[in-house]
T-cell receptor, first 111, second 113 residues
């Protein structure tokens, strides 16, 4: 399977703390994307990092990509209760438009 | 922009009945994807279309599942006959292609009794 795997499966932190989620994948990719899913809703795209990029920022989000280790991390700084959601990584591995999603990390931020 | 619109949001039906899920993609998006999400298997791609043509249906679990896209603004996913193990949340997503992100609808929560 070429599915990415997130680690940890669940994470509980206090508001204001940083949250780090990791994603590993198995084959070469063109890009890796992170999505967020609130309970009962669809996935929402957060950030895309291309295979030739190592780091990307968007507001309180920081994504890194290590293609030699086939891994990526998503850092959310100064977390808020509203960040409570599931976070998924998705890999574009065939230069097409298909994405393969990981199992997700359930993040809970306590006020 | 209204986003991807799915209907119904919830569907409860008895085993053996036909179920039809509907999706309206974002205007101008050339790609449409159908996914299924369960606790056990996570998010699985069932089928995707490019310019209304099915490109990859290898994720469709059985012949009981079929999907159509008669025009650029409408797609259906049909299950006939339905079984309890089909219970899941079904998502439709669309994208403009070119490696750009996918936009998801809010899903249809399907329960087969």
């Amino acid at each position: 399977s070429q599915q990415g795997e997130e680690d940890p499966q669940a994470l509980s932190i206090q508001e204001g703390e940083n949250a780090t989620m990791n994603c590993s994948y198995k084959t070469s990719i063109n890009n890796l994307q992170w999505y967020r899913q609130n309970s009962g809703r669809g996935l929402v795209h957060l950030i895309l990092i291309r295979s030739n990029e190592r780091e990307k920022h968007s507001g309180r989000l920081r994504v890194t990509l290590d293609t030699s280790k086939k891994s990526s991390s998503l850092l959310i700084t100064a977390s808020r209760a509203a960040d409570t959601a599931s976070y998924f990584c998705a890999t574009d591995y065939n230069a097409g438009n298909m994405l393969t999603f990981g199992g997700g990390t359930r993040l809970m931020v306590k006020p | 922009d209204a986003g991807v619109i799915q209907s119904p949001r919830h569907e409860v039906t008895e085993m053996g009945q036909e179920v039809t899920l509907r999706c309206k993609p974002i205007s101008g998006h050339d790609y449409l994807f159908w996914y299924r999400q369960t606790m056990m298997r996570g998010l699985e791609l069932l089928i995707y279309f490019n310019n209304n043509v099915p490109i990859d249906d290898s994720g469709m679990p059985e012949d009981r599942f079929s999907a159509k896209m008669p025009n650029a603004s409408f797609s259906t996913l049909k299950i006939q006959p339905s079984e309890p193990r089909d219970s899941a949340v079904y998502f439709c997503a669309s994208s403009p292609g070119g490696g750009k992100p996918q936009h998801f609808g809010d899903g249809t929560r399907l329960s087969i009794l």
